[in-house]
């Protein structure tokens, strides 16, 4: 067998760089964001929401003003592995126009593979839960200020996290209610011909959603994850963090982190390449090892009943 449709085998950073799942891409770690670790497992310290307390009003002369305790809590994380192998034959690799192409072929399908993993469980963490409300196109808008009002006091942006398939569900309702409808529509329908085919774009209708709502983010996940079966017709109103402080949640009552466990301290995933010259074919190995944690489920408010 001619050595040139083989790969060569070792550590692949080059191919773990490679985008995957476009368009929607993954959104998981923006609502749950990664902290890298260098265990497996441990204890992890966070802050919890201490709720507004009256301040005192009658403190006597000489006595010390009532306080109120305020103390971290804690948790653990188990960082499980997730791996997954694709495997092209050289016949294949010539057939794909050479063993650069094929490289690409087998490590997107791995590096997806083991992403789409670390996503379904984070979506089944935020929109798997006991709902809070239950969606009414009719007063929509008073469900949300309730939800927003609801998670207020937690830190972040606020978001508005669902499916693409229960975002496009949501705005078919809404655009069919004659109160909200029209409303809802001239926010993307703009004053010329042009900027009503731009207002056609899921990107336009999530910006009109947000001013809709009173959002500071609508965040649409891949249908395949986002509305599988248990999670199907399920939106979340929730807090955010931005996730540029990895340690964020010891001072700031977040909803979540992503423990990610990093076997060389920088790569966030183990991406291999291997030529098997015993079996006759080529190896792409993606790994990855981690644990996604709700630390305040009181940061989301879960809202069920989008129907298509």
Not at 21 to 27: D, L, R, S, T
Not at 51 to 69: C, E, F, I, K, L
Not at 114 to 132: C, F, Q, R, Y
Request: glycine letters at 8%; proline letters at 4%.
């Amino acid at each position: 067998m001619n050595d040139t449709y083989f790969t060569q085998t070792g550590d692949r950073p080059d191919l773990g760089a490679i985008e995957v799942n476009a368009p929607e891409g993954y959104i998981g770690t923006r609502i749950l964001p990664i902290v890298p670790v260098n265990d497996k497992s441990g204890t992890v310290y966070y802050n919890t929401l201490t709720a507004d307390v009256a301040a005192q009003t009658n403190r006597a002369a000489y006595a010390a003003p009532s306080s109120t305790g305020i103390s971290t809590s804690s948790t653990t994380y188990n960082c499980a592995e997730a791996v997954k192998r694709g495997k092209i034959t050289p016949d294949e690799a010539k057939q794909m126009g050479g063993i650069e192409k094929a490289d690409m072929v087998g490590a997107k399908f791995a590096k997806r593979s083991v992403m789409n993993a670390i996503e379904t469980d984070i979506a089944t963490n935020v929109l798997g839960g006991t709902k809070d409300e239950t969606f009414d196109p009719a007063k929509i808008r008073t469900q949300v200020q309730v939800a927003l009002q609801d998670v207020r006091l937690y830190e972040g942006r606020s978001a508005l996290v669902a499916s693409t398939w229960t975002i496009q569900a949501m705005l078919q309702q809404l655009l069919n209610d004659s109160g909200y409808g029209p409303a809802l529509a001239r926010l993307v329908s703009g004053s010329s011909g042009v900027e009503a085919v731009r207002g056609m774009s899921l990107a336009a209708w999530k910006q009109a959603l947000a001013l809709f709502f009173g959002v500071d983010d609508v965040l649409a996940g891949d249908d395949t994850v986002w509305n599988a079966t248990a999670i199907q017709g399920r939106f979340a109103i929730c807090k955010l963090d931005d996730g540029s402080d990895p340690l964020s949640h010891k001072w700031r009552p977040v909803l979540g982190k992503t423990f990610q466990y990093l076997p060389d301290g920088v790569q966030p995933f183990v991406l291999k390449s291997v030529a098997d010259y015993v079996n006759v074919t080529n190896l792409y190995d993606a790994y990855v090892w981690y644990d996604t944690v709700i630390l305040n489920a009181g940061a989301l408010y879960l809202f069920d009943g989008v129907t298509g």
